[in-house]
Every structure is written in structure tokens, then in C-alpha cells.
């Protein structure tokens, strides 16, 4: 296999950030030279502050200049839209409030949603989250996981992702194997849990386990480092934690995506050789680099991509594990859907801001 060759391959394996309302030169480069099998979106690529009209045209060019370049048909299309504080698109897009509040509303709310996302060609949402609010202190993930207890987060996790499926659109259930019980941001730190194995079978696996039965097609690891099962490495490049006990124990078959690469929690180590090849053979299919956090410069995405071809020649990264990888991905990709870019009906927009509405109103159906 050629250096471009190899170059490419690890582009059937990530989902990249690209920098704003249109492409800018290192874009261009980088998906034409990358072709990435996925792109996932962020505020900074919808125009803000104009007539919905205007904006979707804009993000429909965008859409179309992604393919261009990646000169693929199919592809992830993929955004954070959960609810509440995590939500990119611009206004009339509905704000539905965050997961905690949508109780017996979730799966209504998801199938919405799903109609909002295909209008902008979105095939993949990165929800639900499946964490439990069990710390009150976590600054990251609180009210935005769908309950405090393993029974309601489980139930209302499968809801919403019923519905996200029944709209047409691929959910992920992240982060695994648990972020609710955090008291740091991965985005800054690298959290430690200091849980058992058991521990996490009593609580943080038990929404996991219900989405798997669920046939979730996606799995998104946590950047948390859980030293009572891997002392050495977080959960994106811990083997016991993704391969022992989500793909074995868990018998989870789908596809297994890293969270952001350029969250701090993680970040230095994907500077370091080897790292790419460590989160293969830990049981990752698929790499998230938003170039949103840390940095938009296109050249960390270059180091990460010359580390997995340099492992790939020097042996220490199992082709045949790359080509596992491949295959599930391939698999899931042959049955997105693709989506144009088209602007709702108004009818459409007023029905989901009564809706959002009627979340907010509900307090106790558990």
C-alpha cells in the first residue's frame, strides 16, 4: 500500500471538523487529500444571525462542497444535538431542552428531532447520551443525561433513540462506560473514576447494556481513566474496558467511535507515536477530530494520520485489525441514509416549539 494509499485509509476511519460557513484552504486539502468518511458539525458552520433561508442555502453549498471534495456519496453527516446547552444550529431549528426534562416526552422529541436533522442532510446524531446524573457535581454532564437512576436513564435513553431511528436518522449512545459520576470536564482534564468492575455493572453499563439489546449501531468511548480496571490508559485506548468488557462481555457488535481527539483529556497522547495504533488494538473503529477545542489547525489531524500510516509500515499496528475496523464502518455506512438540504415548513417548526414547550411543563412522569 502507497503512502496515499495509507493516508486514505485512515480517512475511512475519521470524522473531521471543518472550520466554518465554507472551506477554507487546509479544508480543502484535508478532505481532498484524507477523504474523510464523516465530517461533524458545529456552530461555526451555520451562518448566524440571518433569515433561515439564507443560512440553509449556505450549509447546503457547504454540504455539497464536502462531497466535492471528498468525492464520496455516502458519508456521515454528523452533529451534538441533544438538547438544551448542546445544540449548533441556528434558530428556527427547535431548542428542545435538555434530556433530564424530557421524561415521557423523549421519544416524541427524538422522532422531531430526526425531522429537523434530515432537513439539513444530517444522517447521524451523537445521542443519546447514556450516562447516569448521579453526581451533582459533574460539570459536564448533569442534566444532560436522561436520568439519575440506571432504570429511568435506561428507559429514556432507548426512547429517544427509538425515536431518532423511527425519524430516519443513526443515534450513538456515549460515553463509555460512563461519564455521569465525573466531578471534572474531559474537554480540560483527563477525569478519573476510581469504580470497580462490579461497580459499573451495578450502575453506569446498565443503560449501555439496554441500547445494545437495542441494537444501537454506535458506541462513543469516554476520555476518563478508570484505574481499578486499566491503571495506565482512559477508556478510548483501554483494552479491558472496550474490547474485554464492552465487545466480549458485553457481545457489543457495531461500531465503537472515540470521543473528540482534541479534548484535553486526551489530546498530548494522540501527539505521541503509537497512540493511534494503541486505540485500534483497545477496540476503536472511528476517530473524532473536530478541530473545535484546543485548535483548528489542520496539522494535528496530519500528525494523527502520519502516526497511524507509520504504524501501519513498522508492523505495530495490525492491518488486520484496521480492516475489522473498515468493515463495520463499511457496514454501517451502506445503510445511512443521504440526505439534501431543504428548508421546513412552517407548520413543522410551530408543532415542535409546542412541543419543546410542553417538555418544560412536565415535572414528575417517571
Known sequence: MSKSQQIQSFGNHL????SGTSLNDDDKRALSELKPVG??????NFLDGVPYQIWVENFKQLH??????????FMFMTIDHEGGRVVRTPLPITRFPQSYLLKSHAQE????TALELKSLGINLSWSPVADIFSNPQNPIIGS???????ETASQRAREYYRGLKEGG????????????????????ELPTLNLTREELQRRELIPFKTLIEEQIPLIMTAHILFPQIDPEFPATLSKPILNQILREEMNFQGVVVSDDLDMKAVSEMFMQSGTVARAFHAGCDLFIVSRNINSSSIERTYQITEDFTTSLSNGSLDEKVVVAARERIEKLLAGTPQYPVYTLEKEILVKNAELAIACTLVTSDF
Not at 470524522?15 to 471543518?18: C, M
Not at 465530517?39 to 461555526?44: L, R, S
Request: aromatic letters at 10%; one cysteine or more; a positive charge.
Open 15 to 18: 470524522i473531521l471538523g471543518v
Open 39 to 44: 465530517v461533524i458539525f458545529f456552530a461555526k
Open 64 to 73: 455539497q462542497s464536502l462531497r466535492e471534495y471528498t468525492e464520496r456519496d
Open 109 to 112: 422529541v427524538a422522532k422531531a
Open 144 to 150: 444532560r443525561a436522561f436520568g439519575t437512576t440506571p
Open 169 to 188: 436518522v443513526i443515534g450513538c449512545a456515549k460515553h463509555f462506560p460512563g461519564h455521569g459520576d465525573t466531578s471534572q470536564d474531559s474537554h480540560l
